[in-house]
């Protein structure tokens, strides 16, 4: 057992080292790791919503091309990918960048899945609506939601476990649990508008009110805070230039997906790490000392509360699926 946040970008590559230094050969890989935040995305947080795409997105990618990797050598394996029938919408008021996030993980289950047909390895894609008696439907607090109060829709968590598990077996492209969603999907969707289809998915995933509902085309009146009263007779520049962030790696891609540019690896080595003597000579040992280090500190792993990652043997995978589960990821 591992356990890892995977909401930090680097974490996927040590779950992955840790296995490998183990002996273990992983065969079936299970991408069931999730977060939702639900409201308007504007009134999220920002590192709750980077925090998502981490696990959602960042995470799941990780996974899938590190051990996709080894199992094309393998010529077999199997990896599941959980999505959403949000991710199928045209969209998902409320829960716009899960949506988005789930969207993009079928898109990738079906790509990899072509790709990798040729190697003996199987990618499933399952899409469950709402799951109940989990632990993510109550961290994101989607047991509020309509779908989750509305009668005989909400499914059991063993259920979709046991549906993607044979799906996965046999070889299932894509698996729709539950025959609302297939109709809904399938049937109804082709044939309605689709801002009709993202304002069901929309009232679908919204908190359940009772009273009587607010008019559509009524909008909520906003006052503005003191300093943002903007002149309208005032005529913006025409070049803008960019403010000084005080902290440089909070809003860099670096920091939030760990990937390493050879362009910004150069320029902090040849400000911060080089070295002159009194002869004006350049001293390059410290760049790799500190090379060292970094190479060696990225095989430690440590355990985290939050999202965390659990490798079991597949005969109990099927014990922690659901919508998304207890936010695990099983290999």
Same mark, same amino acid.
């Given at each position: 057992?591992?356990?890892?946040?995977?909401?930090? $970008? /680097?974490? &996927?590559?040590?779950?992955?080292? *840790?296995?490998?230094?183990?002996?273990?050969? !992983?065969?079936?890989?299970?991408? @069931?790791?999730?977060?939702?935040?639900?409201?308007?995305?504007?009134?999220?947080?920002?590192?709750?919503?980077?925090?998502?795409?981490?696990?959602?997105?960042?995470?799941?990618?990780?996974?899938?091309?590190?051990?996709?990797?080894?199992?094309?050598?393998?010529?077999?394996?199997?990896?599941?990918?959980?999505?959403?029938?949000?991710?199928?919408?045209?969209?998902?008021?409320?829960?716009?960048?899960?949506?988005?996030?789930?969207?993009?993980?079928?898109?990738?289950?079906?790509?990899?899945?072509?790709?990798?047909?040729?190697?003996?390895?199987?990618?499933?894609?399952?899409?469950?609506?709402?799951?109940?008696?989990?632990?993510?439907?109550?961290?994101?607090?989607?047991?509020?939601?309509?779908?989750?109060?509305?009668?005989?829709?909400?499914?059991?968590? $063993? /259920?979709? &476990?046991?549906?993607?598990?044979? *799906?996965?077996?046999?070889?299932?492209?894509? !698996?729709?649990?539950?025959?609302? @969603?297939?109709?809904?999907?399938?049937?109804?969707?082709?044939?309605?508008?689709?801002?009709?289809?993202?304002?069901?998915?929309?009232?679908?995933?919204?908190?359940?009110?009772?009273?009587?509902?607010?008019?559509?085309?009524?909008?909520?009146?906003?006052?503005?805070?003191?300093?943002?009263?903007?002149?309208?007779?005032?005529?913006?520049?025409?070049?803008?230039?960019?403010?000084?962030?005080?902290?440089?790696?909070?809003?860099?891609?670096?920091?939030?997906?760990?990937?390493?540019?050879?362009?910004?690896?150069?320029?902090?080595?040849?400000?911060?790490?080089?070295?002159?003597?009194?002869?004006?000579?350049?001293?390059?040992?410290?760049?790799?000392?500190?090379?060292?280090?970094?190479?060696?500190?990225?095989?430690?792993?440590?355990?985290?509360?939050?999202?965390?990652?659990?490798?079991?043997?597949?005969?109990?995978?099927?014990?922690?699926?659901?919508?998304?589960?207890?936010?695990?990821? @099983?290999?």
């Amino acid at each position: 057992v591992i356990q890892a946040d995977l909401s930090r $970008p /680097e974490v &996927a590559k040590q779950v992955y080292l *840790a296995t490998r230094d183990a002996k273990l050969r !992983v065969d079936i890989l299970v991408n @069931n790791a999730g977060v939702c935040t639900m409201g308007d995305m504007v009134d999220n947080e920002e590192d709750d919503i980077w925090r998502m795409m981490n696990v959602n997105v960042g995470t799941v990618t990780s996974l899938s091309y590190l051990y996709g990797k080894d199992m094309k050598k393998q010529q077999r394996g199997r990896i599941l990918f959980l999505s959403s029938v949000v991710g199928v919408t045209p969209g998902g008021p409320g829960v716009a960048a899960y949506s988005a996030t789930k969207a993009y993980e079928k898109s990738l289950a079906m790509s990899m899945g072509r790709e990798m047909e040729k190697y003996g390895v199987g990618v499933t894609c399952i899409m469950p609506g709402a799951v109940k008696g989990t632990s993510f439907a109550a961290r994101s607090k989607a047991e509020e939601a309509v779908c989750w109060k509305f009668p005989f829709y909400a499914m059991n968590a $063993p /259920e979709i &476990a046991g549906r993607s598990v044979r *799906a996965m077996l046999s070889g299932d492209a894509q !698996v729709i649990p539950g025959w609302h @969603n297939r109709f809904f999907l399938k049937i109804l969707a082709p044939l309605l508008p689709q801002r009709t289809t993202s304002s069901i998915v929309g009232f679908a995933f919204s908190p359940l009110k009772l009273g009587m509902p607010s008019v559509p085309w009524k909008r909520e009146k906003h006052i503005l805070a003191d300093g943002d009263d903007f002149n309208a007779n005032t005529s913006p520049p025409r070049i803008l230039k960019l403010p000084k962030m005080e902290n440089r790696n909070e809003y860099s891609w670096k920091s939030r997906w760990g990937a390493s540019y050879p362009s910004d690896q150069s320029d902090s080595q040849s400000n911060d790490d080089n070295t002159v003597d009194a002869n004006g000579n350049i001293d390059t040992n410290n760049n790799s000392t500190m090379q060292e280090e970094s190479i060696h500190s990225s095989d430690t792993i440590a355990p985290e509360n939050e999202h965390t990652s659990q490798l079991q043997p597949p005969a109990n995978a099927n014990d922690n699926l659901g919508e998304e589960g207890a936010g695990s990821s @099983n290999q």
